[in-house]
């Protein structure tokens, strides 16, 4: 493993971590939080898929240990941004990978979260409908500022992004 690549993870975690507070919105059982997929979406882009993962995975355990964040953290994070980094990963478009983001969040994410963690691991239901709606509205926002934050990066020499396909 390459200390730049650990360094930007942890970076990327403690950036979700610190900003979840002043972005955290509780909708029924579930806290959005588009600061999730603003990292979700660096990290996919910049690091791929599996460090993507496992930094929504930490993000996600400091959040609930914090009081930031509930179980639906987990499926919310973990799969738009592992689906961000594969969109990305095939695609070399950062549009593509962000569209992985609000997909594997938005829809998948809201999937698992409400016909698996909240009535089993949770003991609560929720609308899917609902969940479809309140994690799509995070993930969007959260995707858009994400993609103006690499094209910032990459603006001031801080990330080099791969050329597009085409």
């Given at each position: 493993m390459?200390t730049?690549?650990?360094?930007?993870?942890?970076?990327?975690?403690?950036?979700?971590?610190a900003?979840?507070?002043f972005?955290?919105?509780?909708?029924?059982?579930?806290k959005?939080?588009?600061?999730?997929?603003?990292?979700?979406v660096?990290?996919?882009?910049?690091?791929?898929?599996?460090?993507?993962?496992?930094?929504a995975?930490?993000?996600?355990?400091?959040r609930?240990?914090?009081?930031?964040g509930?179980?639906?953290?987990?499926?919310?994070?973990?799969?738009?941004?592992?689906?961000?980094?594969?969109?990305?990963?095939?695609?070399?478009?950062?549009?593509?990978?962000?569209?992985?983001?609000?997909?594997?969040?938005?829809?998948?994410?809201?999937?698992?979260?409400?016909?698996?963690?909240?009535?089993v691991?949770?003991?609560?239901?929720?609308?899917?409908?609902?969940l479809?709606?309140?994690?799509?509205?995070?993930?969007i926002?959260?995707a858009?500022?994400?993609?103006?934050?690499l094209?910032?990066?990459?603006?001031?020499?801080?990330?080099?992004?791969?050329?597009?396909?085409?």
């Open positions: 390459e730049k690549t650990i360094a930007r993870a942890v970076i990327l975690v403690a950036v979700g971590v900003i979840s507070p972005t955290s919105i509780p909708i029924g059982i579930a959005i939080n588009p600061a999730q997929h603003v990292v979700n660096l990290g996919a882009i910049l690091l791929g898929p599996w460090w993507a993962t496992g930094i995975l930490i993000i996600g355990i400091l609930n240990a914090l009081g930031t509930t179980l639906l953290a987990f499926p919310g994070g973990m799969i738009g941004a592992f689906l961000a980094g594969m969109a990305y990963r095939y695609s070399r478009n950062i549009y593509v990978g962000a569209l992985g983001e609000i997909i594997g969040t938005g829809l998948l994410g809201a999937i698992v979260s409400a016909l698996v963690v909240a009535p691991l949770m003991g609560k239901s929720m609308a899917l409908g609902a479809i709606i309140a994690f799509s509205g995070s993930t926002l959260g858009i500022l994400g993609l103006f934050g094209k910032l990066l990459e603006r001031a020499g801080l990330a080099r992004l791969k050329p597009e396909k085409g």
